[in-house]
């Protein structure tokens, strides 16, 4: 076997086949709703994450599971197009995972999903090779005991450890002290800790499992990070939103970036803050993947939401960091 060339990221965890259908509004129970326009898109949590930092011009591998339909021929194709090195396992008579996403007109999603018990990665599927040959590590933590083994190799070969958790998976604990850059929706410090102020959970959760960096993603509010001195908080940036699907794993993908060009933490954060605005401007989990030009030039013309976070007296105002 040829030695693998060594990457700037290695990603291992989800993929999906999105089907993306754009409505007026929410169907209300027993309703009937014309929808304007359904399509089928490349999405899932790490997958996106690694065509981004592609699109951006890193190097980059992915390690996944796909099943043997079309849809395994839709991820196939799109990382061939990137030129993403994958490894992608293949569970046979299987449907790959697939999610079905509602788009209302004011940009908000709502995700249906279905996920087959043997696409689930295994530890004795993954090779160290694929991990030690990177420069950083990117998980979402569903198949936590493959993520668990890839994350303990990174650790060994002295490679940063990034999640993407929304949930909180069986076995998560014995990742979590493995992760250095632990980036979570708002509500996962909180379920950890049972404390839902995120000026406690954060330093918590760092405190906890050793973490270099906690951080909560906050939607329109932007994020707030704790590095163990002090807390970071970058507003969100204002954009006529067409399709909020996939700005989570583009605000990682953007955090990655930025971690891999050696940028302070204000600016990662601006810059996947910024990359994750842009691409709710457009359909689907990547539709709105812009280039770094881009996303610099909105950085310093953009629009933002009002501060959630009042960095000036060390406090923030009472109703959303603690909701």
Wanted: with cysteine; proline share 5%.
């Amino acid at each position: 076997m040829n030695q693998l060339s060594k990457v700037d990221l290695v990603g291992v965890g989800l993929n999906a086949t999105d089907t993306l259908i754009r409505l007026p509004h929410y169907p209300g129970l027993g309703s009937k709703v014309e929808f304007r326009s359904t399509d089928i898109l490349p999405g899932g949590q790490v997958a996106t994450a690694v065509a981004a930092c592609q699109h951006w011009g890193l190097r980059t591998r992915y390690v996944g599971k796909i099943g043997d339909d079309t849809a395994a021929a839709i991820h196939r194709a799109e990382f061939e197009r990137l030129g993403v090195e994958t490894h992608l396992l293949t569970a046979p008579g299987c449907a790959s995972q697939l999610a079905v996403i509602l788009v209302d007109d004011a940009g908000e999603r709502t995700v249906l999903w279905k996920r087959d018990n043997r696409l689930t990665l295994l530890p004795e599927e993954l090779q160290r090779e694929w991990i030690s040959q990177a420069r950083a590590l990117h998980l979402d933590g569903h198949d936590t005991a493959a993520a668990v083994v890839a994350a303990g190799w990174a650790r060994d070969a002295g490679i940063p450890v990034i999640a993407d958790l929304d949930d909180l998976y069986p076995g998560i604990e014995d990742l979590l002290g493995k992760i250095d850059f632990l980036i979570t929706s708002r509500d996962i410090p909180g379920r950890l800790t049972g404390e839902w102020d995120l000026r406690k959970s954060l330093p918590a959760v760092r405190s906890r499992y050793g973490c270099r960096l906690t951080a909560a993603t906050l939607g329109q509010e932007g994020v707030l990070a704790w590095d163990g001195s002090h807390f970071h908080y970058a507003p969100a940036f204002r954009v006529p939103p067409l399709d909020t699907t996939g700005a989570g794993d583009i605000f990682h993908a953007g955090f990655i970036y930025g971690l891999l060009q050696g940028w302070p933490l204000p600016r990662q954060l601006d810059f996947a803050c910024a990359a994750a605005a842009l691409n709710c401007t457009a359909a689907g989990a990547r539709g709105g993947i812009q280039s770094v030009k881009n996303i610099e030039e909105l950085i310093a013309t953009g629009p933002r939401h009002p501060s959630a976070f009042d960095l000036s007296h060390g406090g923030a105002d009472s109703n959303p960091l603690s909701s």
